[in-house]
């Protein structure tokens, strides 16, 4: 089983930045995307950015040049750098990273437990 650890959620004034790490941990699997999502109060989980094992990234237009994602393979880990960051980023943000299970012998799609980001004016 393939389990995720975030990190780095805070408070902080708009305009600032925080940078959220996602850790993958477990045995014999194998990751193909890895990507981060966030959900406001009251409003429904969106797509923020991800990443393939290749290295093309997509993002969200509301976060374009603003936010950085990259991942470290060696450390099976997925980093979300938050710049110039406004409040209505406030949110909780999830990782989430899919892959196969060598162990299990099938695919996966694990979420984060969540941390919350707070950008207040």
């Known amino acids: 089983q393939v389990q995720l650890v975030e990190s780095g959620g805070g408070l902080v004034q708009a305009g600032g930045s925080l940078r959220l790490s996602c850790a993958a941990s477990?045995?014999?699997?194998?990751?193909?995307?890895m990507g981060w999502y966030r959900q406001a109060a009251g409003k429904e989980r969106e797509f923020v950015a991800t990443?393939?094992?290749?290295?093309?990234?997509n993002y969200a237009d509301s976060v374009k040049g603003r936010f950085t994602i990259s991942k470290d393979d060696a450390k099976n880990t997925v980093y979300l750098q938050m710049n110039s960051l406004k409040p209505e980023d406030t949110a909780v943000y999830y990782c989430?990273?899919?892959?196969?299970?060598?162990?299990?012998?099938?695919?996966?799609?694990?979420w984060g437990q969540g941390t919350q980001v707070t950008a207040s004016s």
């Open positions: 477990g045995s014999m699997f194998s990751i193909n995307f």
């Open positions: 990443i393939t094992s290749d290295g093309n990234t």
């Open positions: 989430n990273v899919r892959g196969y299970n060598v162990r299990c012998g099938r695919p996966y799609n694990t």
